[in-house]
């Protein structure tokens, strides 16, 4: 069983940047495609990146060119960069294994907002 703990978010202005972690238990780590998700407030959950066990990364295209995905295996830890937030990114980012999910932690919350 793979568990997760998530950080970094917080409170941001519109423009504004983060970088959300993710440390992952579990020694097979290393080949789980991992992805990370949102959930706003009223809607269903969704991913927005994904990277594979050998580094691919895809994202959703409303924050495609704005948000970059990465992981250290080595460290079991997947990040998530976000930059020119908007107020639409406001929800609580999850990470999780990709496709296929595990169970979920407790989220960070990002608040885009003036």
């Known amino acids: 069983q793979v568990q997760f703990v998530e950080s970094g978010g917080g409170l941001v202005q519109p423009g504004g940047s983060l970088r959300l972690s993710c440390a992952a238990s579990?020694?097979?780590?290393?080949?789980?495609?991992m992805g990370w998700y949102r959930q706003a407030p009223g809607k269903q959950r969704e991913p927005v990146a994904a990277?594979?066990?050998?580094?691919?990364?895809n994202y959703a295209d409303s924050v495609k060119g704005r948000f970059t995905i990465s992981r250290d295996n080595a460290k079991n830890t997947v990040y998530l960069q976000m930059n020119s937030l908007k107020p639409g990114d406001t929800a609580l980012y999850h990470c999780?294994?990709?496709?296929?999910?595990?169970?979920w932690g407790q989220g960070t919350q990002v608040t885009v907002s003036s």
């Open positions: 579990g020694s097979i780590f290393r080949i789980y495609g």
């Open positions: 990277i594979t066990s050998g580094g691919s990364s």
């Open positions: 999780n294994t990709y496709p296929t999910v595990h169970s």
